[in-house]
Each structure stands twice: as structure tokens, then as C-alpha cells.
């Protein structure tokens, strides 16, 4: 048995793979930071290089 221990993040638009060990769980999902869990709300994009989601 292999363990899942990579992902991508759960906002749909973003392009970011997440450690789960690190990643931001909500409803059990998983995502890269705090604005893709919030479903930019309030922040446009997760930050991350090369990646314009939200």
C-alpha cells in the first residue's frame, strides 16, 4: 500500500501541489495557503510563483 502524502491544492484554479503534513485542511480538503481555503474572499491568488488562482 502506497501512502498519499502530495496533492493539489483544492482550490479549483490553483495550479499548486501541497504536502498534506503542511498543507491547510478545511472540510476535508487540503489546500496550499490560507486565501485558497478562504476562497479569496478577501486575497486574489495564493502567492505562490507562477500561479494567478482565485
Known sequence: MIAV??????????LCVVSIADAIEKNDKYYCCQACADGHVNE???GHKGCGCG
Do not use: F, H, N
Not at 502524502?5 to 490553483?14: G, H, I
Open 5 to 14: 502524502t502530495t496533492m493539489k491544492c483544492a482550490c479549483e484554479s490553483c
Open 44 to 46: 486574489k491568488g495564493c
